[in-house]
């Protein structure tokens, strides 16, 4: 499955690539190969097969979250380097639509 230069440009502006136009092909290839790779093995026959989701019997060890107090100078220092903002809210584009 040969991806469009067009898929290949909405999966940069997900991932929030510029892309070169020299380069959008080689991506198309590229990932044209990962994803044929990826439907080859949706055709394997897992039925039967016991679900793994961790072997070797370690715990995912993690630490409490805690609130780190910054003086309110570093906070508005912080806000005023932010290139949009609304008031003290840091404003980010959409990954999603």
């Known amino acids: ?14 991932a929030r690539l510029q892309l ?10 590229q990932l044209s190969t990962v ?5 080859m093995l949706s055709e394997v026959d897992t039925e039967g097969v016991v679900e793994t989701t961790q072997v070797t019997g370690l715990e995912d060890v993690v630490r409490e979250d805690t609130v780190v107090e910054s003086s ?3 906070r508005q220092k ?14 980010v584009d959409a990954v999603f639509e």
């Open 20 to 29: 070169e136009d020299e380069k959008i092909e080689m991506y198309s290839e």
């Open 78 to 91: 912080l806000i005023a380097l932010f290139p949009e903002k609304s008031g003290d809210l840091l404003k």
């Open 72 to 74: 309110e100078e570093k």
């Open 1 to 14: 499955m040969k991806l469009e230069k067009e898929q290949v440009l909405q999966i940069a502006t997900l």
């Open 35 to 39: 994803f044929d790779y990826i439907n």
